[in-house]
């Protein structure tokens, strides 16, 4: 029993960060209709700066949040705004847009990686904050690990109400839907495209910053989240926030039996399951 | 007027063909060591290209996979190399290739568009875990040696597998099987209609693609003399035959083929000269191209064409 409830509870606590992966990726193709193969290195970069924030001038890393975040929002508004937007116009149907962004995208991950590598080098980094055993029912976990299941609800709620309750959230759902139609309504398409891929990014940044609370970061740590992220999105339904929402609960939880009962089987587990998937219902959970 | 240019293309072009075919083989004699192994890089990454076009180009998929395929020709290389000849390790490795694609493409070429990018994209990935795990697990080592070769057999087969699959891309589009590609590209569902068998010709297409980068793969390994799942199934090269192929243009026969020579060089003299740059750079050029050169290099030499053909009609 005991056993049993703490694989549930890591699986929570991965899942929580897998979800907020997911609702980034999720924003930019959902929206934007950028299939973003570089998703992972903006993690990758909110792990990294949160670790030389914290190891080289001691900022609490709860609070480099107010960077990681705003940071990466503001990288992925100008990669939008400049690069996104010409191929979206430049692009004479939706299909071609998709393919081009797909290799758009490759360019990104080489050239955020490269500069990342020039900057940070190759060594794996870590440090140590908030690693205090809780006890939880039994079970114990860092308290770190918690925080990061704290951070990471709170943050996907925000951004889900954010989505359904506000004006600029409607404006984002009608994008979604047809972004021409929603051109001639008087929504602002470009500023709404490129406010979701930067959303996506900050989403990317903030899990970076949470990841490296429990985990070691590294320049090459991106492409690893990035297929997690691609599997959440298609196991939640395509477009759907809730859906990646729960998905990278339902996908953490896997993983964490998986790894319960071998650990290098998890990506493999986490693969199959895709691949199940895309056969037997590819429009996912919650899908239309 | 127009029918003496006409018949004079028909001669010209496999002539040309020819003339470079002559001048590969006799490259070896001419220009041994370094030359000869820069030439075969190339002409190893137009086989991923032009076997990624065969099946990318006409239907429209965008498949992520060729790592996962030239991965199991590297696998098979290193298991078969000590004890099978080189030839029958290049075939066993293209079939091997064939079978997972086989396999691949029943479960999955009923997925459209981006769905299957995304699933190919994962299966290099799973096939990495998997070999990784398996070998810790069951051999206890990480990687795999392999007996080296001398380079001039490495280029002289990685030559005879671009020969042979430029052959099978020519008959290929001719046959009326090549059209019956093109019109799925065009519009699957009506494709359907006049009665192809959509879903066989889509996974048969697929594995015969397989099958050139699988055979690829066995003779790379043998040039890698030392592999572990990370260096096979680097997903690099799932990327570069895709970006070749756009660089070079895929709106003609040679577009590809030109791109990746072009592409794999600059990828030579960039990694030697800027290592800690290079991916940079790579990058930069790939944006700049996408942006600024959506039909790729034989898009741009088309338009000198005209724009000289323009001239010179302009003059008489």
Redesign the interface.
Known sequence: MITFLNVVIAGLLLGGLYALIAMGLSMQ?GVARV?N?SHGEFIMLGGLTTWTLYTAFGVNPLVSLAVCGPLTFILGYIIHRT?FK??FV?SASP?IF???S???S??????I???AS?AWGPEIRGYSYLRVPVNLAGAVFGANRLVTLGFAVVIGLAFYLFVTRTRMGKAIRAAAQDPATAGLMGVNIDLVLALCFGFGAALAGIAGMLISLCYPVHVIMG??YT?IA??VV?LGGLGSIPGSFIGGFVLGIIGSVVTHI?P??S??AY??I??LL??VR?TGIMGR | MNATRVDLEKVRIPALLLIILLLLIALPFGRPGYTVVLVYTIVMYIILTMSWVLFSAPTGYLSLAPAAFFGVGIYTSAILGMTFPLSVVICVAGLASACLALLVGALTLRLRGIYFAFFTFGLVELIKHFVLWYELTFTGTRGRFLIPVDNNTIYYVTLAILVALLLTTYLIRRSKYGLALQSIGEDEEAAAHTGIHVTLLKVITFAISAVFMGAAGAIWAIRLTYIDPYIAFDINNSFMPVLMAIFGGMGQLYGPILGAAVFSYLREILITRFSYYYMLLIGIILLVAILYLPNGLAGLIQTWRKKAWGGQHANT
């Open positions: 193709y299939a193969f690069l010409r191929l430049s299909d998709e393919s081009n797909v290799l758009a490759f360019a990104l991950l080489f050239i990686q490269n500069i020039i492409q690893e297929i691609l599997i298609v071998d290098g089987l990506l493999v693969y199959l895709f691949v895309l056969l590819p």
